[in-house]
């Protein structure tokens, strides 16, 4: 069986080093040596002031959401994994849709002013399969309306844009590090920021409001992550490059492969993007099309993603404000096709030669 995706694991022995420190140390969690020997190497490679290793992105974007002070109205995107809405409705936020790009598949300045009241706290968007949203327009038009930027950059560890990591944008950015992305802790994610206040909240927020050993700053929950996550992190720092590489010769072979098919692709943002391959989605003209095309591919033991589907505006607990949208129609139409380091290249040749039997 060939599924969208199969996490990286390093060789055993590796992680096995790492877990005899352990052992040694009898230190588990609460801020080990490894956990601060990961914060400092991806802070490094980043090129960010602060980040906070957590244990998973859904924490990173309530911890995320709760240090920036948001509440009432914030807009997001309908086209998003569902933790990026449901943190939102979880921190008692009412989330906004800004409609998306049909071609970038992410939200714009402009979609994002169509929609901002006097109600509007912040701005909550998503760098969707690792591709940027305009972060230049979109910070501009938060400073001259006063508003908080988060992004859920789930998928964009390792992107870059102009020259720098993408992470740097905004006011925090959260991250992933679920055994599907391609870095990964097993469980785990994190949060960057640049500022020194909100990471300051950040820091007693993630450790139950801890400010000290014996003293309280505010409330907190439980978000740190343990030596064994860290430990896997540091496994896989190294092979980032050729983790990366192997995905774009995969990626690069699908759209060989692929051509003269009529379906669309992902456009990267316009600008100086250096793109991660975090994920290979294509969109089909219709849904029926799609379906007949995943039918095809189950029945041959392929088994790719509906990812994101549904469109989040369609969530029975929030209330759609935007009809005959992008994102729905897109989100019917959007499949996302096997890719991991390991897939052998007669896997994908067999995949797209599937796929052209269906549609062609």
Known sequence: MINVTKSFLPDFEEYVKYLEGIWER????????????????????????????????????????KASGLKGDVITTPFSYVATTSC????????????????????????????????????????VYGNPCAVEEIEALAKRKGLKVIYDAAHAFGVEYNNKSVLNFGDISTLSFHATKLFHTIEGGGIVTNDDELAHKISYMRNFGHNGPEA?????????SSEFQAAMGLCLMPKLDGIIEKRKSLSDLYSSSLMGIPIQHLQIQPGTTKYNYAYYPIVF???AELLKVIKALNENQIMPRRYFYPSLNSL?????????????????????????????????????????????
Do not use: M
Not at 36 to 58: A, D, M, P, W, Y
Not at 91 to 110: G, H, K, R, W
Not at 216 to 224: A, E, I, P, Q, T
């Open 316 to 360: 029975d607990y929030v209330t759609n404000n935007l009809e005959n949208d992008y994102a729905t129609d897109v989100s019917k139409r959007v499949l996302c096709l096997p890719l991991y380091p390991d897939l052998a290249k007669e896997q994908v040749r067999f995949i797209t030669d599937c796929i052209r039997s269906q549609i062609c």
């Open 216 to 224: 309280f700053h505010g409330v907190g929950v439980n978000g740190k």
């Open 26 to 65: 009898g230190h588990l969690t609460n801020h080990g040596p490894l956990v601060l020997e990961l914060e400092s190497q991806i802070r490094e490679f980043l090129g960010v002031k602060h980040f906070f290793f957590v244990n998973n992105g859904t924490i990173a974007l309530q911890i995320a959401i």
């Open 285 to 287: 003209k219709t849904e």
């Open 88 to 127: 939102l409705v979880w921190e008692n936020c009412n989330p906004i849709f800004a409609d998306i790009d049909p071609y970038t598949l992410t939200v714009t300045a402009n979609t994002i002013e169509q929609v901002i009241t006097p109600q509007t706290t912040g701005i909550l968007v998503t760098h």
